[in-house]
């Protein structure tokens, strides 16, 4: 099975799962996850996380993954002109880093593995100037979007069979269902 398909299947297992108990808005953003999955990859064996949520100085996590090997030359850049990470040797079904964005905007994420590189958009929010202002409704929206998006990487994180994505498409947790 293609790597993209096989991961497009593991997404729609995830999302099923997930939506049993989840409201309407929950589902719709499921629906679009799997979707920014197939359209952010620049091929079949690197993918980024989908677009994402951030406040302006408090940190978030900017993760993808690949079917590459492990030792394959890897970088992650937070496209906000900070130093490039070396992403080489670690977990290739989940490279990650945790980053503070000093300024408000959005931005490019890049990974890149070997010649292949993916990209996300980071869309970082200065909750002082959102209407309402830091504790206002929108800046209160943005807490739960940010929280939902954290939610489905969690549930990504801990699968038990999350490293062999590629070779496996069915998803479980804790040895046998969710």
Do not use: E, H, I
């Given at each position: 099975m293609h790597p993209l398909n096989t991961w497009s299947s593991v997404m729609n297992n995830l999302s099923a799962k997930f939506v049993r108990a989840s409201s309407a808005r929950a589902q719709a953003i499921l629906v679009a996850l799997v979707v920014v999955f197939a359209a952010t990859s620049a091929s079949a064996e690197t993918l980024m996380m989908p677009k994402r949520d951030a406040r302006k100085g408090v940190a978030v996590v900017v993760w993808g993954v690949?079917?590459?090997?492990?030792?394959?030359?890897?970088?992650?850049?937070?496209?906000?002109?900070?130093?490039?990470?070396?992403?080489?040797?670690?977990?290739?079904?989940?490279?990650?880093?945790t980053h503070i964005y000093a300024s408000?905007?959005?931005?490019?994420?890049?990974l890149t593995v070997g010649t292949e590189s993916a990209t996300t958009n980071v869309t970082v929010f200065d909750p002082a100037l959102l209407i309402g202002g830091a504790t206002g409704d929108n800046n209160r929206a943005l807490g739960v979007n940010m929280a939902i998006q954290d939610g489905l990487r969690y549930l990504w994180t801990s699968q038990v069979n999350r490293t062999t994505f590629d070779t496996d498409p069915q998803t479980y947790w804790n040895g046998g269902g969710l």
């Open positions: 690949t079917t590459q090997a492990t030792a394959t030359a890897c970088t992650l850049d937070f496209g906000d002109l900070t130093p490039v990470q070396n992403c080489t040797g670690t977990d290739r079904s989940y490279k990650a880093f408000q905007g959005t931005f490019t994420a890049t």
